[in-house]
């Protein structure tokens, strides 16, 4: 009778481990209370990728901006699970895929009703994913493209 609790107590804790591993980005949006959301995708042995995690989502300022003005999800593409976002349902590479992204890694960020509003291939320096982040938070998307906002910045430190 042990046996058989002990079994059916570990399969029971197996599955909420499987089931946990599920992304549903509908829901993230839902209980974000208006803060954008951040998907950062990375995969694994990405030098690029554990430098981006090291020194740029590490440095202090980063990480308060982060935590404090947008929901974060880390999504690992070599992890199991299903991710769902509005008519997707699938992997995360294939959720990287039908974003339109498939190089690792990239920082995707969401408004408040889960529309894409930037999207940062590559690994970024601190000084550059701040003007990022600041773009998104300031909802500065709402008024132009993120290239002419990064001309405004220059044009704004030449004065």
Partial sequence: ???????????????ISLQAKDLNIDSIVAN????????FFHKPHCGHCSHMIKFTLGDEEI?????TKMVYVDIFIKES??????SFKGNRRAFAQH?????YPTSIFLDSN???VNATPGAREQDFFI??????????YLEMEFETYLDT??????S
Avoid: R
């Avoid at 009778?1 to 570990?10: N, S, Y």
């Avoid at 990480?63 to 935590?67: L, S, W």
């Avoid at 600041?134 to 909802?139: E, H, L, M, N, R």
């Fill in 32 to 39: 974000a209370n208006g803060k954008p959301i951040f998907l």
């Fill in 153 to 158: 910045l220059d044009f704004n430190s030449d």
């Fill in 63 to 67: 990480k308060h901006e982060i935590d």
């Fill in 1 to 15: 009778m042990h046996k058989l609790f002990t079994l059916f107590t570990l399969s029971f804790l197996f599955s």
């Fill in 99 to 103: 974003l339109g992204y498939d190089f």
């Fill in 81 to 86: 699970g299903i991710v769902t976002y509005q």
């Fill in 114 to 116: 889960g529309s894409v």
């Fill in 131 to 140: 003007q990022v982040l600041d773009y998104v938070t300031t909802k500065q």
